[in-house]
């Protein structure tokens, strides 16, 4: 009985692993190739990405082409982000940088990223604060990544592990607790 029982749970374990790994098969990873504000012409969606607490550093913006017809989710809670529908990139690009004051740390100097898909089509662009390299040890701080599958993109976003050691070591409330 001890042998099935465990023979079961290892075929049920080889059964999710090789689902996992099917699903990550099938999405492709896409380019953040540096881009410039002009880049954004046109009308986009704004999402918006952080600012949950005043010390808080994972902070985001991204402006999703209107026309780009791909669905987009970020893979984080539903409460963490808002979104913006219909604004010009300038507009888009003011409201991000203003959204990221909200942050102690801002300096007012961000990186700004084009994410294109497998057949170099610009879908959206990211907006990331830099913040002092002495507070943090780099001025990146959160890492993004994108995949898509079908006419789904899914953005991930993590705190960089040195940057994360580094806030709980020395920034003991920048948990916002």
Excluded: W
């Excluded at 990139?89 to 959204?99: Q, Y």
């Excluded at 089509?121 to 040890?137: H, M, N, Q, V, W």
């Excluded at 079908?150 to 953005?155: A, F, I, Q, R």
Aim: charged share 25%.
């Amino acid at each position: 009985m001890k042998i099935t029982n465990r023979l079961s749970r290892t075929l049920v374990a080889l059964l999710l692993a090789s689902t996992a790994l099917a699903a990550c098969a099938a999405s492709t990873g896409l380019q953040t190739p540096s881009a410039t504000e002009a880049d954004a012409a046109g009308t986009f969606r704004l999402y918006l990405y952080g600012c949950r607490y005043p010390h808080d550093i994972e902070n985001f913006a991204l402006l999703v082409d209107e026309q780009a017809p791909e669905q987009i989710e970020l893979f984080v809670p539903a409460t963490s982000f808002k979104v913006r529908e219909h604004l010009s990139g300038p507009d888009a690009l003011r409201e991000a940088k203003s959204f990221f004051r909200c942050s102690s740390y801002d300096r007012g100097i961000t990186v700004m990223r084009k994410v294109t898909g497998a057949d170099g089509r610009t879908i959206a662009f990211e907006l990331k604060p830099l913040y002092s390299p002495t507070d943090f040890g780099r001025d990146e701080v959160l890492r993004s990544t994108y995949f898509q599958s079908g006419g789904k993109v899914t953005v991930y976003l993590k705190l960089d592990p040195q940057v994360e050691r580094i806030k709980n070591q020395n920034y003991p409330d920048a948990s916002g607790k």
